[in-house]
Nanobody
């Protein structure tokens, strides 16, 4: 079965850094686009970053220059390096996967909480 397991969330001060990881199993990782979405209380879920099977990246304007998404084909993982964190980055972060040929076949992780507060 498909499993996406996130890790690395936690509490960090403004200006700090966190690195999130998502371990994927049950999929042919090399043909999947992977992404990180986030959802704050009372807000809609939004794309933070995604990376295609060929390595092309896409970022929300709000995180450009601060977040970096990457994938490790040997480990079937996708990571999100988050720097210069701000309180508005506080959200539950979800790992998402879909095969490059079908954007409707979405798989989601359970989410990991990121809290940016002093």
């Amino acid at each position: 079965q498909v499993q996406l397991v996130e890790s690395g969330g936690g509490l960090v001060q403004p200006g700090g850094s966190l690195r999130l990881s998502c371990a994927a199993s049950g999929i042919t990782f090399s043909i999947y686009t992977m992404g990180w979405y986030r959802q704050a209380p009372g807000k809609q879920r939004e794309l933070a970053a995604e990376i295609t099977n060929s390595g092309t990246t896409n970022y929300a304007d709000s995180v450009k220059g601060r977040f970096t998404i990457s994938r490790d084909s040997a480990k079937n993982t996708v990571s999100l390096q988050m720097n210069a964190l701000m309180p508005e980055d506080t959200a539950v972060y979800f790992c998402k996967a879909h095969p490059y040929y079908n954007t409707r076949a979405n798989y989601w992780g359970q989410g990991t909480q990121v809290t940016v507060s002093s």
